[in-house]
């Protein structure tokens, strides 16, 4: 849904942190709307507010990032592997591997997160009310009192902002965490997933139309709210609705798909190019026989080491091809790269699966590492639309 063309930053526990490029244009928008209300507490010094001001606003992300690392740690935790976390215009996503399989699983992933804000908030009002009191964070979350010093008033602004996350994030409707917390609920009550799902996205939607008429009626006058805050409802009402929409398909057709793994899908044939095979050998033998753009690399077992793609034999000089391996310029699989998958797993973790984005295809694993099978975005499609109701 998001993510896929995402900046990495940097990796936390070996999980991949990127920015969409929207996170930039929100960036400079609260450390903007911040210059604003810090410039009151110091009068004639734009650049202590503005250096307060970017303070501020790092330090939101970085509370949106841990976060979502609490959903990727408790995930992780639970056997399902994340593929990365994205900041992004409305905050953040963890982005998993695989569903959750149980309803006990995908609660704790869900509420991992609004617990690492709320201990972020009672962290930020505690401090703050330490250094003044409790009246004076509140105060600063305002912005009434000039007379505020700006430790305090940074104290005050992450206070409510955590706080107005945690809120916005436990509305039952999903893809938020509250929708995820009431799908585990109705989850655990019915014992079927999809289903459970298919709920929890009509609270979705309906959450998301119900922000767009409270935003209209901010635009109309009718509510005493500022302009901005309408508009931003109105745009996160219709993203909302959009993505419970979206699941809500999906969980219609992964319901269909549920008998299907991996191993029913690919092909079982697969042409992979030992790693101890000298690149100029492999040119004539892989690519300019087959024309395909990538192969897969395998060891002298058979495991799966890594793939190789033309551009990179070609990027080594004909003259000392002959005495280079494949396994010299190939990408290495370390097992998190998003290049495998196991024979056994559903065919519902491809849909999201890196590998299908980044090289079209996935390759299938046994439970040793050894190469059975690739399976393509084509038959992947394939499964998807006998899934369709005609």
Not at 167 to 194: E, M, Q, S
Not at 315 to 337: F, L, N, T
Request: a negative charge; charged letters at 15%.
């Amino acid at each position: 849904m998001f993510g896929g063309g995402s900046i990495q930053l940097v990796r936390v526990f070996g999980i991949r942190i990127g920015v969409d490029v929207s996170w930039f244009f929100v960036l400079f928008l609260i450390i903007w709307s911040l210059s604003g209300f810090y410039s009151d507490l110091f009068p004639g010094d734009d650049t202590k507010a503005f250096g307060l001001a970017v303070v501020s606003a790092l330090l939101f992300f970085l509370a949106i990032l841990l976060h979502e690392l609490g959903h990727a740690v408790v995930a992780i935790r639970n056997g399902i592997p994340i593929l990365g976390i994205d900041l992004w215009m409305f905050g953040g996503v963890a982005k998993l591997g695989r569903d959750t399989d149980s309803p006990g699983v995908e609660f704790r992933v869900a509420v991992a997160g609004p617990l690492v804000t709320l201990a972020i908030a009672a962290i930020c009002f505690g401090i703050g009310a330490a250094l003044s009191s409790a009246d004076t964070v509140l105060k600063g979350s305002r912005f009434e009192d000039a007379d505020l010093s700006g430790a305090v008033a940074m104290l005050g602004y992450l206070t409510t902002v955590n706080v107005f996350v945690l809120v916005f994030n436990l509305i039952p409707g999903f893809p938020l965490d509250g929708g995820r917390i009431a799908r585990a609920i109705a989850w655990k009550l019915t014992g079927d997933r999809y289903r459970a799902t298919r709920f929890a996205a009509r609270l979705g939607r309906l959450a998301g139309w119900a922000m767009v008429a409270v935003g209209g009626l901010i635009l109309a006058g009718v509510i005493g709210w500022d302009v901005i805050t309408g508009v931003w409802l109105i745009f996160i009402g219709i993203f909302l609705a959009q993505a419970a929409r979206s699941a809500e398909t999906q969980a219609a057709i992964s319901g269909q798909i549920d008998h299907l793994r991996v191993a029913d899908v690919m092909d079982a044939e697969p042409v992979a190019i030992p790693a101890e095979l000298p690149l100029a050998q492999a040119e004539g033998e892989y690519f300019l026989r087959y024309g395909w753009p990538w192969f897969p690399v395998v060891d002298t077992a058979g495991r799966l080491v890594g793939v190789v793609s033309r551009e990179a034999v070609d990027s080594v000089p004909e003259a000392v091809r002959g005495g280079r391996a494949i396994a010299s310029v190939m990408a290495r699989d370390d097992g998190a790269s998003g290049l495998r998958a196991g024979l056994e797993e559903p065919l519902e973790a491809l849909l999201a699966h890196d590998g299908l984005g980044r090289l079209g295809a996935v390759m299938a694993v046994d439970g040793d590492g050894v190469l059975r099978g690739i399976v393509t975005v084509e038959a992947v499609r394939r499964a998807l639309r006998g899934a369709l109701p005609a």
